[in-house]
């Protein structure tokens, strides 16, 4: 019995080859994978002694050679097959294990195009396919978490096919996921990110219960590993709705660097947002918003939740609680609530990945766009298009508005006071709709909105949101502008002494 081991992950590579050995393989292995392995004391024979024909041009050919991809695959139950083994000295090789070259860890750490071809992985996709495609025969193995399992099985007798399908499966994934990465980054730097083809890749990290409704299956996949090592569960079973509106709630929590901010969400719209002087004045503030719609929500807290904001929190039927760290004291009373789930997410802050693109499901395909978010400065270049001007606390404010907005089912407008949201309309077929929405849900929450502020994703068609938005006291405006009637909308505003600015920049999320 012969294994093939030539890895670049060479953790637990030593372990497994002493274990291989210890079973009765002989080991062929190449370039920095023999090293490690003689420098341990594991005995190997090098494919270059193997085949007679040494390692070329850099490397770039060690195992692309039919004493290598002949053992691995020729037919065992094909008497022509053997016969042509035995007469060219061909091994039977029946276990590979592979891993490729880190072509993604190396295009984060540099740019310079020659390093990234060489990273680009041949002969090791050649021989997990080929070790792949014949797997009747032949145990590929391409992951280190794999070691144990294999060793045991192979102890064991339990190396059987069923087992060998299932490593098959997963070895044409890892070189499917590899080739998707390359194919990507080609695109991403020769075509602006959109090529003849784009490939969606993830990993799976787990089922969950159901998708959607019950009668749907579901699960849910990362692109890297934020969400098996950075994202933790503490309490309870994250579902697919969870993950949704999960992912809407911290968007928009960590869209404000360090500042302990609440976000409050329900079905993936935002029914509370506050940014105070702490993570509990935020809570308390968030939930005035909308506690009815709160109730059963998603709360994402960017600071540590401790025993004080577990006892607020806990006031209520919250469904899921993320925040980068929560202390054992409020752990702790949240048992009394035996459906909270509890997430921790981040370091000291709230932390998600920022995807370069996007991209939405349409029957028989998908929509690929670059990602959106807000400037650093697009607001504070915002150009005052008014006679009057908004003052300090006013532009702190709009900000927030148009953060939240941007993060908000369009047609949207959110209205914010003292640095809390006091009301939100989304998801509407008009604009205006959208502002008297929000008024009269505010009004039903018992909300002065005198003297708030406004924003909106896009631009006002007309006048009428404006003049709704004087009825109840606000006080400034932040919108993209570019309406035919953008006078008509200035002219409103200047009637009735509110301030409004232009950003140019639109952030439709449909």
């Known amino acids: 019995m012969t294994a093939l081991l030539s890895v670049s992950d060479k953790s637990g590579i030593v372990e497994f080859a002493k274990g291989l050995l210890h079973l009765g393989y002989t080991i062929l292995s190449t370039g920095g994978t023999l090293k490690a392995l003689q420098e341990n004391g594991v005995q190997a024979l090098d494919v270059a002694e193997y085949t007679q024909s ?51 860890a190396t295009i984060k750490r540099t740019n310079d195009f020659n390093e990234i071809i060489e990273n680009i992985d041949i002969g090791g996709p050649s021989m997990v396919r080929a070790a792949a495609k014949n797997f009747e025969s032949v145990l590929i193995v391409t992951n280190p978490s794999d070691y144990k399992e294999v060793l045991t099985r192979l102890k064991n007798n339990q190396n059987t096919l069923e087992f060998r399908q299932g490593m098959m499966i997963r070895a044409f994934e890892h070189t499917a996921h590899y080739d998707c990465m390359i194919a990507n980054y080609m695109n991403q730097r020769f075509n602006n990110g959109f090529g003849e083809s784009h490939f969606i890749s993830g990993k799976l990290v787990s089922p969950t219960r159901y998708g959607e409704n019950p009668h749907q299956k579901g699960a849910y996949y990362e692109f890297g590993d934020f969400y098996s090592k950075t994202f933790k569960p503490l309490k309870g079973e994250i579902s697919f709705n969870n993950l949704t509106d999960i992912n809407s709630a911290v968007k928009i929590a960590s869209s404000f660097g360090k500042r302990p901010c609440v976000c409050i969400v329900k079905h993936a719209n935002p029914c509370g947002f506050a940014l105070k002087n702490t993570p509990v004045e935020s809570y308390i503030e968030a939930l005035k918003c909308d506690s009815i719609s709160a109730f059963g929500g998603v709360v994402a807290v960017n600071g ?207």
């Not at 070329?56 to 002949?70: E, Q």
Request: net charge negative; charged share 25%.
């Open 54 to 104: 040494p390692e070329m041009f850099d490397g770039r050919v060690k195992t692309l050679h039919p004493k290598i991809h002949g053992g691995i695959l020729y037919r065992r139950d094909n008497a022509e097959d053997r016969d042509k083994a035995e007469e060219f000295g061909i091994y039977n090789i029946s276990l590979v294990c592979v891993n490729l070259y880190p072509f993604k």
């Open 304 to 510: 540590i939740v401790d025993l004080n904001l577990a006892i607020e929190i806990n006031k209520i039927f919250i469904e899921v609680l993320v925040a980068p760290q929560i202390t054992s004291e409020a752990l702790n009373l949240f048992t009394t609530k035996k459906k909270i789930k509890i997430f921790v997410c981040g370091g000291e802050y709230l932390e998600f990945p920022q995807d370069a693109q996007d991209f939405k499901h349409i029957e028989g395909g998908f929509v690929l766009q670059d990602s959106d978010s807000i400037t650093e400065n697009e607001v504070k270049s915002a150009r005052c298009v008014s006679k009057t001007q908004a003052t300090e606390s006013q532009m702190q404010d709009l900000e927030i508005a148009y953060k939240v907005a941007s993060l908000v089912k369009s047609n949207c407008v959110v209205y914010v006071k003292d640095s809390a949201m006091v009301a939100v309309g989304m998801g509407m077929t008009s604009r205006v709709d959208a502002t008297k929405a929000a008024i009269r849900k505010a009004q039903e929450m018992g909300l002065n909105l005198k003297d708030c502020v406004l924003a909106s994703e896009a631009f006002f068609p007309f006048k009428d949101s404006i003049e709704e938005a004087h009825k109840v006291g606000v006080s400034a405006i932040i919108q993209p502008g570019g309406s035919i009637r953008d006078e008509e909308v200035i002219e409103c505003a200047n009637t009735n002494g509110i301030a409004l600015y232009f950003t140019g920049k639109r952030h439709f999320l449909h």
